[in-house]
């Protein structure tokens, strides 16, 4: 059964950097377009970043653009998000999820696999 786990969220202040991780198991996802997302209380799931099966190929929120870096290691079947220069409004759970290669990177519907998400808090 395909699963994705993230991991690396916490509490952090304002300022600060943060590794998420996203550990894919019971296939391969090395032909997958990966993608992060995240959900703040109150508010809809939003795209944060995305990436190509080769991973050549970024695309990212302009809210986060020049701040977070997506990546990925297909030998380790894992998928990454650097964070840096955390603001409090990045605070929310963000999730990982992957889908096939078409159709609109930021669309949520284009992924098939989600994980169960991993809180990230930034305090002011």
């Known amino acids: 059964q395909a699963q994705l786990v993230e991991s690396g969220g916490g509490l952090v202040q304002a300022g600060d950097s943060l590794r998420l991780s996203c550990a894919a198991s019971?296939?391969?996802?090395?032909?997958?377009?990966m993608g992060w997302f995240r959900q703040a209380p109150g508010k809809e799931r939003e795209f944060v970043a995305a990436?190509?099966?080769?991973?050549?190929?970024?695309n990212y929120a302009d809210a986060v653009k020049g701040r977070f870096a997506i990546s990925r290691d297909n030998a380790k079947n894992t998928v990454y998000l650097q964070m840096n220069s955390l603001k409090p409004e990045d605070t929310a759970i963000y999730f990982c999820?992957?889908?096939?290669?078409?159709?609109?990177?930021?669309?949520?519907?284009?992924?098939?696999?989600w994980g169960q998400g991993t809180q990230v808090t930034v305090s002011s």
């Open positions: 999820a992957a889908g096939y290669y078409v159709g609109s990177y930021s669309d949520p519907r284009q992924y098939v696999y």
């Open positions: 990436i190509s099966p080769s991973g050549r190929s970024t």
């Open positions: 019971g296939r391969t996802f090395s032909g997958d377009r």
